[in-house]
């Protein structure tokens, strides 16, 4: 228990904030924000791997369309 509270003293040190309750909501706040931000970054994942399927297709579209066209021209 001693070290938990030589942690908190240490935080109350380094951050200039002594208010125990602060400091528990500064955590909590940029938790949040990390969350946040790990959920966007997820969302352009998703968004990333939805548009290289869709460049994809449309590249085989496209090579399928030469193809045909090469064989229209001979």
């Known amino acids: 228990m001693h070290a ?3 942690s908190f ?3 109350k040190e380094e951050s200039g904030i002594s208010d125990l309750d602060e400091i528990a909501d500064h955590f909590i706040k940029h938790e949040e ?4 931000i790990f959920e966007y970054i997820n969302k352009l994942n998703k968004e990333i791997e939805e548009l290289k399927d869709q460049t994809e297709f449309i590249q085989s579209k496209i090579t399928e ?9 001979k």
């Open 33 to 36: 924000q990390n969350h946040l």
């Open 65 to 73: 369309q030469k193809k045909i066209n090469e064989n229209y021209s």
């Open 4 to 6: 938990i509270w030589q």
């Open 9 to 11: 003293e240490d935080i």
